[in-house]
């Protein structure tokens, strides 16, 4: 029996943090694998074509998702402040508005991604009746996930990551502020240096 050993009492690595590097490693060599076939198929001036159109298509997806959202938000800005200048308190968008812009930008990311499997991966998110099942599918992995971590709330997760870690020790105090202090002979204002 060994004693002095120090045991760990580090937290164990979650699964999905073990099995993201094989996911995107086997992600890797499968768009290495489609694109060899699709350039054997039909030569490498047409995977040079896809790749490029992919980003093209990716990039102008982006503006325009961009675009709109920026156009939400000033008119909701607009919005809340002719509310307040008629004296009335602004009140929060409608759920629905602006929806669909994060899974159009996530849409436009993956087909500017080089590969295949992203471009359909992309295109995918940019199918209205999809875009909407996968952001549900997203905003309810989300909600579990936030709900485990403590008390249901984001600020629940975010106390619970405060005291576990780094070590898991609390410490107790008090915030004093200097001007609820006395002032002492350094915390007078000093004259301006004049040459």
């Known amino acids: 029996m060994m004693t ?8 164990k690595r979650s699964r999905a943090r073990s099995v993201l590097p094989l996911a995107v490693a086997a992600w890797v060599v499968l768009e ?9 198929a039909a030569g490498g001036l047409t995977v040079f074509a896809l790749l490029a159109g992919g980003f093209v298509l990716g990039a102008v997806v982006i503006k325009r998702a ?11 800005m607009r919005q809340a402040q002719a509310r307040m200048q008629a004296g009335e308190m602004p009140t929060a968008p409608p759920p629905g508005r602006g929806s669909g812009n994060a899974m159009t930008m996530l849409g436009g990311l ?6 295949l499997l992203s471009d359909v991966a992309g295109l995918l ?3 209205p009746g999809v875009r909407e099942r996968i952001a549900k599918a997203l905003g309810r992995t989300f909600e579990r996930r936030i709900a485990a971590a403590g008390s249901g709330s984001l600020g629940g997760a975010f106390q619970q990551a405060r005291i576990r870690y780094p070590d898991g020790k609390v ?11 006395p ?10 240096l004049t040459p």
Do not use: H
């Open 171 to 181: 410490v107790q105090g008090e915030v004093i502020r200097e001007e609820d202090g």
């Open 32 to 40: 290495i694998w489609l694109l060899t076939l699709v350039a054997e």
């Open 183 to 192: 002032a002492g002979p350094y915390d007078r204002p000093r004259p301006p």
């Open 125 to 127: 998110c940019l199918v």
């Open 4 to 11: 002095g050993v120090p045991t760990s009492t580090a937290p």
């Open 66 to 76: 961009g675009r709109r959202a920026f156009k939400n938000l000033t008119d909701g």
């Open 110 to 115: 993956l087909l500017m991604v080089p590969g």
